[in-house]
Nanobody, 122 residues
């Protein structure tokens, strides 16, 4: 089992950057594909990015390509999401999640953090 704790959210202005972190417990962090999702009020949870077990391969939602970067440090049991040029419509709770396989839907992911709020003011 993996426990995940996100941090790094906050209130920023449109165009600003934020770096989210997700710390995982346990010794099996490197066994999991890690993903970031977000959920805005009244909307479904949506995929943002994922990274494979070694960190050598990443995949992004179209909305995140070119502005967001997912990375991981298996020695620190941590996955990151660097977000640049943030937009007001990206205000949401951001979640990290762990999966045993590749996927872009929430049901592919076994373990979830509690989320961190990102608010982007226009």
């Amino acid at each position: 089992q993996v426990q995940l704790v996100e941090s790094g959210g906050g209130l920023v202005q449109a165009g600003d950057s934020l770096r989210l972190s997700c710390a995982a417990s346990g010794r099996t962090f490197s066994f999991y594909v890690m993903g970031w999702f977000r959920q805005a009020p009244g909307k479904e949870r949506e995929f943002v990015a994922r990274i494979n077990r070694s960190g050598g391969s990443t995949y992004y939602a179209d909305s995140a390509k070119g502005r967001f970067t997912i990375s991981r440090n298996n020695a620190k049991n941590t996955v990151y999401l660097q977000m640049n040029s943030l937009k007001a419509e990206e205000t949401a709770v951001y979640y990290c999640a762990a999966s045993r396989g590749d996927g872009v839907v929430p049901s592919n992911y076994l373990y979830w953090g509690q989320g961190t709020q990102v608010t982007v003011s226009s």
